[in-house]
């Protein structure tokens, strides 16, 4: 990705976490991701089914990207 890109989602990452619960369990996930983790169940551990679902939705389209 785009260095640009990153940014921006390293700074909405950071927001996410800041605001704690649910939004900071997405961003660990999302974080993960841009360090090249493509692994669901490592990705979504300890996570509930609607956090789950939103990253699972999250990869495909990172990986449809990839492709």
């Not at 993960?32 to 999250?58: F, P, W, Y």
């Amino acid at each position: 990705g785009s260095t640009e890109s990153l940014g921006i989602i390293s700074s909405l990452t950071q927001q996410m976490q800041n605001s704690g619960g649910y939004y900071s369990n997405i961003a660990e996930g999302i974080k993960s991701m841009i360090d090249g983790e493509r692994d669901l169940a490592k990705l979504t551990a300890d996570m509930s089914e609607q956090e789950q679902n939103l990253l699972a939705e999250i990869l495909t389209e990172l990986t449809a990207i990839e492709a």
